[in-house]
């Protein structure tokens, strides 16, 4: 028996890029950047690492629709190395995490909405979109979260 999973949380460094399969199926790709704080001879230093990210068919379509540039979100996927022949025909590696499931965490993009009505709103847990499982929308909404609650 083995296993092979990745949980993350990080910001992503840009928007997700949005392609299509031949036979029409969606796919996500983005990249998000996790922090490490070390002590190195008394002082603080942050590392940060850049993980590429995959996501296909339905995730990939909330991918595209709800996640932007520095959006914070919870991945859970498995790792996958594939191996390519770039333009001058050296074979090159690329390891990816293919997403299983995702939660979008953080503030919500503020809209036309005043912030009164974003406060008054009811808080609920935030919901984990699973792969094969549609996501209804009133689903969608996330809570209001400060980001001093988050760790990093």
């Not at 996500?28 to 996790?34: E, N, P």
């Not at 590392?47 to 996640?67: D, K, M, P, Q, S």
């Not at 191996?83 to 997403?99: L, S």
């Not at 499931?101 to 503020?110: S, T």
Request: proline fraction near 5%; aromatic fraction near 6%; glycine fraction near 6%.
């Amino acid at each position: 028996m083995s296993i092979n999973k990745v949980i993350l949380i990080g910001r992503l460094g840009a928007d997700p890029e949005i392609r299509y399969t031949l036979d029409g199926k969606p796919v996500a790709s983005f990249r998000i950047a996790t922090n490490e704080v070390i002590v190195k001879n008394g002082e603080k230093e942050i590392l940060t690492e850049w993980h590429r990210i995959v996501a296909f068919g339905r995730l990939a379509e909330i991918c595209g629709e709800y996640l932007t540039k520095g959006s914070q979100v919870y991945i859970e996927g498995k790792l996958r190395t594939r191996k390519f022949e770039d333009r001058q025909g050296i074979q090159r590696y690329i390891t990816e995490i293919i997403v299983q499931n995702i939660q979008i965490l953080g503030k919500k993009p503020q809209t036309s909405q005043t912030t009164e009505s974003l406060t008054s709103q009811v808080e609920s847990s935030p919901k984990l979109v699973k792969k094969d499982e549609p996501l209804p929308l009133e689903e969608t909404e996330e809570p209001l979260i400060d980001e001093e609650d988050i760790p990093f």
